[in-house]
């Protein structure tokens, strides 16, 4: 007992805690890469260590003790001896004294100041843009931000994502070693980089609620510990960046988005349609959080971003009744914004729905006609499921038939394949009568 009590609560504080203690040692140390390792060996000795002689009265103190600890030995094998030490006594008087004071200790000088109040937001935000910089892949910033970040194990990484563990960690060691070929420094980018930087940051936390909320492949929908780690990201930068309109709008997507889920999936684990949700149902405390948060992005008075125009989408729906109810119109006009802001295949089909929810289905198989003219979306079930069930609400029966099928071969997740497989059941049931 004593032991699982232990390996809890290692896990426990260390997904509450790794963020500020990697970033307190790689301030520290002044080396991204060694402050990760070092993190990961005190999370190491921690699993060993607490099962056998009980959790500490201070545990993420006690972590970040280990780690500055491990962080020393390094250093007195270093080369560099003098010069570390040299740092880690900067401010301290001759002799060893604080100018000024009584006699102090350099390296608990360096303790006592890793956990100042003032610099660990600081610490947390470099963190981000270090993990997000543009030098890495997409791949490889979402493996990092998740590792350091969000406290997650290349394990849990690798189940996340359904790829073997080597591939994650083979990720994170490239990403290490990219960051330090390219001396990105451990910091906080100048003002006239953060705009870019933060573009980065936000594109890889909502890539992970992504992958949460419409899991692309396996047997669930929505992978409800991913979307959760995602949307825990969102608020810690709208926390850390409290000035950025849309940090507050991705923040607001994200809460409205997750409102839903509880009507998503039925008892069986199937996916439940809009228009067949419970609206009941839907976190009504997740539905005010993202409308606060839409309401600062807009308070901003900049404009909506591409992340803030889906969280006002996403406020039509929460607001409706019903989907008959849904102010349609006003869905097409936003995501003819977002389409101008940020153009891509999924928006201009998003477009379509709305459009045929609005206007008819005949209205909408043009725009979709033209992303099958332009080959987009190859690969995805999304353009020929949605193709397909325009053609059936337009009576066109054999096409729509055609169109659901391939999007059933095209289709990763197990749950979504069963409601396409169910559609084609039923166009079946009046031939078959």
Request: aromatic share 4%; with cysteine; proline share 5%.
């Amino acid at each position: 007992m004593a032991d699982s009590t232990g390996r809890e609560a290692v896990a426990a504080v260390w997904r509450i805690e790794s963020a500020r203690i990697v970033g307190a040692l790689a301030r520290y140390t002044g080396d991204f890469a060694m402050a990760e390792d070092l993190a990961q060996e005190a999370l190491a000795e921690a699993l060993v260590t607490w099962p056998r002689d009980g959790v500490p009265r201070a545990p993420a103190s006690w972590l970040l003790t280990v780690g500055r600890r491990r962080a020393i030995d390094a250093f007195r094998r270093g080369s560099a001896l003098d010069q570390r030490y040299a740092a880690l006594a900067h401010g301290l008087g001759e002799g060893g004294a604080v100018s000024g004071g009584a006699p102090a200790d350099p390296v608990r000088e360096a303790e006592d100041v890793l956990w100042d109040p003032d610099r660990i937001d600081d610490d947390v935000l470099a963190l981000m843009f270090v993990s997000c910089h543009p030098v890495l892949s997409r791949e490889a910033r979402v493996a990092l931000a998740l590792r350091v970040v969000g406290g997650l194990t290349s394990d849990e990484i690798a189940k996340v994502f359904l790829v073997p563990t080597a591939t994650v960690q083979a990720r994170i060691t490239r990403a290490k070693k990219a960051l330090a070929a390219a001396r990105v420094p451990f910091a906080v980018p100048a003002a006239e980089e953060r705009a870019e930087r933060l573009g980065s940051v936000l594109s890889v936390v909502y890539l992970i609620f992504t992958e949460g909320s419409s899991a692309g492949a396996g047997k669930e929908l929505i992978r409800f510990d991913l979307a959760s780690e995602a949307l825990r990201l969102a608020r810690v930068v709208s926390r850390l960046m409290p000035d950025e309109p849309e940090v507050h709008g991705l923040l607001a997507l994200l809460e409205l988005t997750a409102a839903r889920f509880p009507a998503r999936v039925g008892p069986d684990g199937r996916p439940v349609l809009l228009e067949d949700q419970d609206r009941r149902r839907w976190d009504r405390s997740a539905i005010r959080r993202g409308r606060a948060a839409l309401a600062r992005a807009e308070a901003a008075g900049r404009g909506l971003g591409a992340y803030g125009l889906q969280a006002a989408i996403a406020e039509c729906h929460a607001l409706a009744p019903s989907v008959a109810a849904t102010d349609w119109e006003r869905v097409v006009l936003l995501y003819e914004a977002l389409g101008r802001l940020a153009p891509s295949p999924v928006v201009d089909l998003n477009r379509a729905v709305a459009v045929s929810m609005a206007r008819g289905p005949a209205a909408a198989l043009p725009i979709v006609d033209e992303l099958v003219a332009a080959e987009a979306l190859a690969g995805s079930p999304l353009l020929p499921g949605v193709r397909g069930e325009l053609l059936v609400r337009l009576g066109r029966t054999d096409e729509a038939r055609a169109e659901l099928e391939h999007a059933v071969r095209l289709c990763g997740n197990e749950r979504e394949r069963a409601v396409l497989e169910g559609k084609l059941a039923a166009l079946a049931e009046p031939r078959a009568r």
